[in-house]
């Protein structure tokens, strides 16, 4: 669950005020407006990369406003990936784990599982330098997924993809819907992609936030 309690954010000169919202656990919500409506803002404040001003974020019913980006189990996929170039793609899906000291084992089962469930089980010993831009942010997604973590947030994930690489990414969010469960906020600008997945529409037009089913 994602609930927002009169919050406010300032992003430079720009503020977003006394915004409300909550998203049930398990919920997909698409979050759409122009571009610089603060979109990105919204989801940086949710990973605690952005400070607020006042009011306050819960998630599962836990009000993290003030906490640390480290304690927030929050999986994020930037637009840009922020993917490691020195790094195998093994290496990328692991890296959560290991930051949280899990088992070797443990490390090893999650990643063979992700790499499956993303299909790129024959990447894993790769580096990024190599892989196309869908192989790219499957492997994004994998590490946001990897500790697996109650929350997701997508920054525009499929939007510098073709058009046939963002149909199979389409295709690929929806099973993780289906099979993890997770409650997902993704930001797009693309309405058949928010149509295809969203069981709830947010649209953010000057400053304000509209909530439809």
């Not at 989801?43 to 819960?58: D, F, N, P």
Request: hydrophobic share 40%.
């Amino acid at each position: 669950m994602i609930e927002f309690s009169g919050v406010s954010i300032r992003a430079g000169d720009f503020v977003l005020s006394d915004l409300s919202f909550t998203l049930a656990s398990g919920e997909y919500a698409v979050l759409m407006g122009r571009t610089g409506s603060g979109k990105t803002t919204i989801l940086e404040a949710i990973c605690g990369l952005r400070a607020v001003m006042q009011g306050s974020i819960r998630l599962d019913g836990v009000d993290i406003t003030g906490w640390s980006p480290g304690d927030r189990q929050v999986g994020y996929v930037p637009q840009d990936q922020v993917l490691f170039p020195t790094f195998t793609v093994g290496e990328h899906l692991a890296f959560a784990l290991r930051l949280r000291k899990r088992s070797a084992a443990e490390i090893a089962r999650r990643t063979a599982e992700l790499a499956e469930m993303l299909g790129i089980g024959l990447l894993v010993d790769r580096t990024i330098g190599g892989l196309s831009g869908g192989e790219r942010q499957r492997v994004a997604l994998g590490r946001a997924l990897s500790f697996q973590p109650s929350i997701l947030l997508l920054d525009e994930p499929l939007s510098a993809l073709d058009e046939e690489t963002r149909s199979e990414m389409s295709d690929l969010l929806q099973q993780v819907k289906a099979t993890t469960g997770v409650t997902t906020l993704h930001v797009t600008h693309n309405r058949e992609e928010a149509a295809a997945l969203a069981d709830r529409h947010l649209t953010l037009t000057n400053g304000k936030l509209r909530s439809r089913s």
